[in-house]
T-cell receptor, first 113, second 111 residues
């Protein structure tokens, strides 16, 4: 176990709705990265937060937004859900050093109907 | 455009044999490369990291090579076991961007 916890584990939403996913990082880690993994694909980088500031963003529209809190836990918010947003959303924590491995949670499986 | 390709979506290997997975990349100059294992319904788990100035890295039955001229990494599992069955992901650090993953290879070890 990595010590990274995500909630909820599964979620079903309808198109147009909004969703908030949560992540608690591993103790001692101040950096959280969010990834989207569609079925049969590798994880795609959404964004990263370092000490409560966004520190890099992938090719995702603005309706994907995030927050990091003083305890380094994090939220991913997705507005105006689309069918293609159905995926496994992964949170990974690290201590923010270069060349560092990521510690992933088990993910939130989001289904948009 | 930048691309990371892993050989075949699925690979079946007889138990006891060596499994070799390939990761090829184009239009990247990674400082290092990582390999992760992912089981169904779980997040990826880190296995090995190899730097651009290292040719080979080993950990127990795992071996990774990194050829920056060929733009390729090979991941070997020797004396493979059914418990090694999983999806294996390679990931690059393209310096100015965050860790970028390949599509993965689903490995099945047949008893």
């Amino acid at each position: 176990e990595t010590g990274v916890t995500q909630s909820p584990t599964h979620l079903i939403k309808t198109r147009g709705q909004q969703v908030t996913l949560r992540c608690s990082s591993q103790s001692g880690h101040n950096t959280v990265s969010w990834y989207q993994q569609a079925l049969g694909q590798g994880p795609q980088f959404i964004f990263q937060y370092y000490r409560e500031e966004e520190n890099g963003r992938g090719n995702f529209p603005p309706r994907f937004s995030g927050l990091q809190f003083p305890n380094y836990s994090s939220e991913l918010n997705v507005n105006a859900l689309e069918l293609d947003d159905s995926a496994l959303y992964l949170c990974a924590s690290s201590s923010g050093q270069v060349n560092e491995k990521l510690f992933f949670g088990s993910g939130t499986q989001l289904s948009v109907l | 455009s930048q691309k990371i390709e892993q050989n075949s979506e699925a690979l079946n290997i007889q138990e006891g044999k060596t499994a070799t997975l390939t990761c090829n990349y184009t239009n990247y100059s990674p400082a290092y490369l990582q390999w992760y294992r992912q089981d169904p319904g779980r997040g990826p788990v880190f296995l090995l990291l190899i730097r651009e100035n290292e040719k080979e890295k080993r950990k127990e039955r795992l071996k990774v090579t990194f050829d920056t001229t060929l733009k390729q990494s090979l991941f070997h599992i020797t004396a493979s076991q059914p418990a090694d069955s999983a999806t294996y992901l390679c990931a690059l650090d393209p310096l100015s961007e965050k860790l970028t993953f390949g599509t993965g290879t689903r490995l099945t070890i047949i008893p």
